[in-house]
Protein backbone atom coordinates (compact mmCIF):
# COMPACT_ATOMS: atom_id res chain seq x y z
CA UNK A 1 0.00 0.00 0.00
CA UNK A 2 1.04 3.18 -0.23
CA UNK A 3 2.16 5.79 2.27
CA UNK A 4 2.09 9.70 2.07
CA UNK A 5 4.24 11.61 4.61
CA UNK A 6 3.56 15.21 5.14
CA UNK A 7 6.37 17.51 6.44
CA UNK A 8 7.07 21.24 6.29
CA UNK A 9 4.00 23.40 7.89
CA UNK A 10 4.55 25.28 10.82
CA UNK A 11 3.30 29.37 12.15
CA UNK A 12 4.40 32.04 10.10
CA UNK A 13 3.25 35.45 9.22
CA UNK A 14 1.03 36.94 7.00
CA UNK A 15 3.05 37.55 3.74
CA UNK A 16 5.38 34.71 4.48
CA UNK A 17 5.64 31.33 2.57
CA UNK A 18 6.62 27.81 3.41
CA UNK A 19 7.99 24.62 1.59
CA UNK A 20 5.61 21.78 2.20
CA UNK A 21 6.89 18.41 1.08
CA UNK A 22 4.98 14.64 0.57
CA UNK A 23 7.01 11.84 0.97
CA UNK A 24 5.78 8.28 -1.40
CA UNK A 25 7.11 5.13 0.01
CA UNK A 26 5.84 2.96 -3.48
CA UNK A 27 7.31 3.27 -7.02
CA UNK A 28 4.59 3.51 -8.75
CA UNK A 29 3.89 6.93 -7.18
CA UNK A 30 5.68 8.29 -10.27
CA UNK A 31 2.19 6.57 -12.64
CA UNK A 32 0.15 8.93 -10.68
CA UNK A 33 -1.26 12.21 -10.43
CA UNK A 34 -1.10 13.98 -7.38
CA UNK A 35 -3.09 16.79 -5.09
CA UNK A 36 -2.60 18.91 -1.93
CA UNK A 37 -5.34 19.49 -0.42
CA UNK A 38 -6.63 21.60 2.79
CA UNK A 39 -8.67 21.55 5.44
CA UNK A 40 -9.61 23.88 8.03
CA UNK A 41 -11.97 23.13 11.12
CA UNK A 42 -15.34 23.02 10.26
CA UNK A 43 -14.87 22.76 6.45
CA UNK A 44 -14.73 20.45 3.85
CA UNK A 45 -11.49 19.41 2.43
CA UNK A 46 -10.62 22.23 -0.58
CA UNK A 47 -8.96 21.43 -3.32
CA UNK A 48 -5.35 23.42 -3.74
CA UNK A 49 -3.06 21.66 -6.67
CA UNK A 50 -2.41 19.04 -8.50
CA UNK A 51 -0.09 18.07 -10.61
CA UNK A 52 0.32 15.31 -13.18
CA UNK A 53 2.27 11.97 -13.33
CA UNK A 54 5.20 13.30 -15.49
CA UNK A 55 4.98 16.92 -13.88
CA UNK A 56 3.86 18.19 -17.09
CA UNK A 57 0.85 19.88 -16.31
CA UNK A 58 -0.39 21.66 -12.95
CA UNK A 59 -3.47 22.59 -11.59
CA UNK A 60 -4.48 24.74 -8.96
CA UNK A 61 -7.50 26.17 -7.20
CA UNK A 62 -9.04 29.69 -7.42
CA UNK A 63 -7.85 30.61 -4.35
CA UNK A 64 -4.17 30.05 -4.50
CA UNK A 65 -3.83 30.45 -8.05
CA UNK A 66 -0.77 32.75 -8.35
CA UNK A 67 0.81 32.21 -4.60
CA UNK A 68 1.07 28.07 -4.19
CA UNK A 69 3.48 26.27 -6.92
CA UNK A 70 3.63 22.62 -6.91
CA UNK A 71 6.15 20.22 -8.03
CA UNK A 72 7.40 16.60 -8.20
CA UNK A 73 10.69 14.85 -8.40
CA UNK A 74 9.76 11.18 -9.12
CA UNK A 75 13.20 9.95 -8.41
CA UNK A 76 12.76 10.63 -5.13
CA UNK A 77 9.32 10.04 -5.11
CA UNK A 78 8.71 13.58 -3.86
CA UNK A 79 5.64 16.18 -4.36
CA UNK A 80 6.21 19.75 -3.12
CA UNK A 81 3.93 22.61 -2.61
CA UNK A 82 5.57 25.76 -2.05
CA UNK A 83 3.11 28.16 -0.17
CA UNK A 84 3.96 31.92 -0.61
CA UNK A 85 2.36 35.16 0.29
CA UNK A 86 0.20 33.63 2.65
CA UNK A 87 -2.85 34.73 4.22
CA UNK A 88 -4.88 34.33 7.44
CA UNK A 89 -7.79 31.98 5.03
CA UNK A 90 -4.92 30.16 4.36
CA UNK A 91 -4.64 28.61 7.84
CA UNK A 92 -5.98 24.19 7.34
CA UNK A 93 -4.11 21.23 7.50
CA UNK A 94 -2.49 20.13 4.26
CA UNK A 95 -2.82 16.56 2.54
CA UNK A 96 -1.10 15.17 0.52
CA UNK A 97 -3.01 12.64 -1.92
CA UNK A 98 -2.17 10.33 -4.45
CA UNK A 99 -5.41 10.43 -7.74
CA UNK A 100 -6.90 7.30 -9.27
CA UNK A 101 -9.60 8.98 -10.49
CA UNK A 102 -9.79 11.08 -13.88
CA UNK A 103 -10.65 14.99 -11.86
CA UNK A 104 -7.50 16.19 -10.18
CA UNK A 105 -10.05 18.64 -7.96
CA UNK A 106 -12.26 15.63 -6.27
CA UNK A 107 -11.34 13.93 -3.16
CA UNK A 108 -13.07 10.95 -4.37
CA UNK A 109 -10.41 10.74 -6.81
CA UNK A 110 -7.83 10.08 -4.52
CA UNK A 111 -7.16 7.19 -2.42
CA UNK A 112 -4.29 7.59 -0.73
CA UNK A 113 -3.87 10.30 1.62
CA UNK A 114 -1.09 11.51 4.22
CA UNK A 115 -1.96 12.52 7.96
CA UNK A 116 -1.68 16.26 6.88
CA UNK A 117 0.88 18.75 8.06
CA UNK A 118 -0.75 21.83 9.74
CA UNK A 119 -0.49 25.44 8.14
CA UNK A 120 -0.85 28.21 10.20
CA UNK A 121 -0.58 32.23 8.92
CA UNK A 122 -0.91 35.13 11.28
CA UNK A 123 -2.11 38.35 10.95
Known amino acids: QERLVESGGGWVQAGGSLRLSCAASERTFSSYGMGWFRQAPGKEREFVAAISWSGSSTYYGDSVEGRFTISRDNAKNTVSLHVNSLKPEDTAVYYC????????????????WGQGTQVTVSS
Open 97 to 112: ALMTGGDYGLPSEYDY
